[in-house]
């Protein structure tokens, strides 16, 4: 079985349990994704599903993905994500089969991959706290930089990584052990506790926690 599906953040809501506590939960839209392809040890030396998600006509496809769903008389997707799987689960797919949110069960962990809200070129104090400069007299044009970044004779450089002004945001970002609060199968929708990466309608991965056991 799949240990993945690609889904799509619609928002954040809140829910009540039994006990009357107030959840806060994210909705996620996963599924239904296609199997489009498949990878072998024997031909390709490792095991993978290709999926696609998100229904969409063939003219907003470059020539080699519409050639691909012509070919397998597949309707086209938007998106196109490779998942590793161990040979047994992988060979359970063929190129047509459909993968929904039933694979996965509420109370279980998960990881959410999805590409972090861009901020633009930001400096020091919004991207990473910095206190600033003095706010008093005498200081002019200098409040909100990062301060002195100069090296003594070793090593006579400014080491990698320096926290400086910069593209902040965009980035590929994965939040771990997330635990799923529901699963909705007649509506394909996830509700996981908390907040995680990106805008509303950006694309995610959902996998089973790697670091943690449901």
């Given at each position: 079985?799949?240990?993945?599906?690609?889904?799509?953040?619609?928002?954040?809501?809140?829910?009540?349990?039994?006990?009357?506590?107030?959840?806060?939960?994210?909705?996620?839209?996963?599924?239904?994704?296609?199997?489009?392809?498949?990878?072998?040890?024997?031909?390709?030396?490792?095991?993978?599903?290709?999926?696609?998600?998100?229904?969409?006509?063939?003219?907003?496809?470059?020539?080699?993905?519409?050639?691909?769903?012509?070919?397998?008389?597949?309707?086209?997707?938007?998106?196109?994500?490779?998942?590793?799987?161990?040979?047994?689960?992988?060979?359970?797919?063929?190129?047509?089969?459909?993968?929904?949110?039933?694979?996965?069960?509420?109370?279980?962990?998960?990881?959410?991959?999805?590409?972090?809200?861009?901020?633009?070129?930001?400096?020091?104090?919004?991207?990473?706290?910095?206190r600033g400069n003095t706010q008093t007299r005498g200081t002019h044009e200098y409040r909100r930089h990062p301060g002195g970044i100069g090296m003594r004779?070793?090593?006579?450089?400014?080491?990698?990584?320096?926290?400086?002004?910069?593209?902040?945001?965009?980035?590929?970002?994965?939040?771990?052990?997330?635990?799923?609060?529901?699963?909705?199968?007649?509506?394909?929708?996830?509700?996981?506790?908390?907040?995680?990466?990106?805008?509303?309608?950006?694309?995610?991965?959902?996998?089973?926690?790697?670091?943690?056991?449901?």
């Amino acid at each position: 079985m799949s240990s993945a599906i690609l889904g799509k953040k619609i928002g954040m809501t809140v829910i009540f349990d039994e006990s009357g506590n107030r959840i806060p939960v994210t909705a996620i839209q996963a599924g239904p994704c296609l199997v489009v392809q498949k990878r072998t040890m024997t031909k390709d030396q490792y095991s993978s599903i290709r999926i696609g998600f998100d229904a969409v006509p063939g003219r907003k496809l470059n020539k080699p993905d519409r050639g691909l769903f012509e070919k397998l008389k597949l309707p086209p997707q938007r998106y196109l994500r490779e998942i590793r799987l161990e040979p047994e689960a992988a060979d359970a797919y063929k190129v047509g089969d459909s993968i929904t949110v039933d694979i996965f069960e509420a109370g279980q962990f998960l990881d959410v991959t999805g590409t972090s809200k861009g901020r633009g070129f930001q400096g020091v104090v919004k991207r990473y706290g910095f206190r600033g400069n003095t706010q008093t007299r005498g200081t002019h044009e200098y409040r909100r930089h990062p301060g002195g970044i100069g090296m003594r004779e070793h090593p006579g450089r400014v080491l990698k990584g320096k926290k400086l002004p910069g593209q902040m945001g965009n980035k590929r970002v994965t939040t771990q052990n997330i635990k799923l609060i529901k699963v909705d199968t007649e509506k394909n929708l996830l509700l996981v506790h908390g907040a995680i990466p990106g805008s509303p309608g950006g694309l995610l991965i959902v996998s089973k926690a790697v670091k943690r056991k449901s």
